[in-house]
């Protein structure tokens, strides 16, 4: 089956960087975009972007042009999503999700706390 | 970018209640719309996708309908498993757009 799994919980210091790590397993990793999105404490949902896994093609939520990076390596079926310039409101559960269809697989998330 | 207004933001509503939740898209998404539901602590779980196909496994009190701009979930008959936070998502455009949630409280 579909597994999508996340790095754990981080903890940054303003103006630090994060990077996510998102291990896919159960299908062919180059054949489906995966996308990023998060979620603020008590927030909704917020598209960060996608990277295609098979030629490295990234495109970003305008809000975040600039400060944020998607990359993947293919050996290992793991994508990555780096975030620079932390801000405390950057505080949220990081998301990876794959885009299929019906798009129900998602990472279990990754807390990222920003604090000084 | 396609922008998703999804109202309401919050809504009471008893076991047994028959809700609607709407989404409207601020140009054509087609029927590249789907539902989610997302309880504390959890990825979202899909609910329904292509505007009005229910997920495997998802009961059959959820539907879903609309095309265009404008699209609506329905739960037929709430659960106590319903309360929730629901969310539209548009697939149409590859930036993908969420609704701002709609938070289902009991009554």
């Known amino acids: 089956q579909v597994q999508l799994v996340q790095s754990g919980a981080e903890v940054k210091k303003p103006g630090a960087s994060v990077k996510v790590s998102c291990k896919a397993s159960?299908?062919?990793?180059?054949?489906?975009?995966m996308h990023w999105v998060r979620q603020a404490p008590g927030q909704g949902l917020e598209w960060m972007g996608w990277?295609?896994?098979?030629?490295?093609?990234?495109n970003f939520a305008q809000k975040f042009q600039g400060r944020v990076t998607m990359t993947r390596d293919t050996s290992i079926s793991t994508a990555y999503m780096e975030l620079s310039g932390l801000r405390s409101d950057d505080t949220a559960v990081y998301y990876c999700?794959?885009?299929?269809?019906?798009?129900?697989?998602w990472g279990q998330g990754t807390l990222v706390t920003v604090s000084s | 970018d396609i922008q998703m207004t999804q109202s309401p933001s919050s809504l009471s509503a008893s076991v047994g209640d028959r809700v609607t939740i709407t989404c409207r898209a601020s140009?054509?998404?087609?029927?590249?719309l789907n539902w989610y539901q997302q309880k504390p602590g959890k990825a979202p779980k899909l609910l329904i996708f292509?505007?009005?196909t229910l997920q495997s496994g998802v009961p059959s009190r959820f539907s879903g309908s609309g095309s265009g701009t404008d699209f609506t979930l329905t739960i037929s008959s709430l659960q106590p498993e319903d309360f929730a936070t629901y969310y539209c998502?548009?697939?149409?455009?590859?930036?993908?757009?969420f609704g701002q949630g709609t938070k289902m409280e009991i009554k």
């Open positions: 140009q054509t998404i087609h029927s590249y």
């Open positions: 159960g299908y062919t990793f180059i054949a489906y975009y």
């Open positions: 990277i295609n896994p098979n030629s490295g093609g990234t």
């Open positions: 999700a794959r885009d299929t269809p019906q798009p129900d697989d």
């Open positions: 292509a505007a009005s």
């Open positions: 998502l548009q697939t149409y455009s590859t930036s993908w757009t």
